[in-house]
């Protein structure tokens, strides 16, 4: 193998592993932010109106 040749290789290892990162890091943001997201975009999904009973609910 050449020098030339390891140099390429070396780079396409470096530029995968950057992509991978980058996607990784993608995932975990949205995931992290998945629950305000829905919070924020559904506003009459609140803490207490999940957590009590259907009966005890305001309209």
């Not at 592993?17 to 609140?46: C, H, K, M, Q």
Request: net charge positive; proline share 10%; no cysteine.
């Amino acid at each position: 193998m050449t020098p030339q040749q390891r140099a390429r290789d070396r780079r396409a290892v470096v530029a995968a592993s950057l992509g991978n990162a980058l996607e990784w890091f993608d995932i975990i943001v949205y995931g992290s932010f998945a629950v305000v997201i829905s919070e924020l975009s559904s506003p009459r999904a609140t803490p207490r109106s999940r957590s009590s009973p259907p009966s005890a609910r305001s309209p």
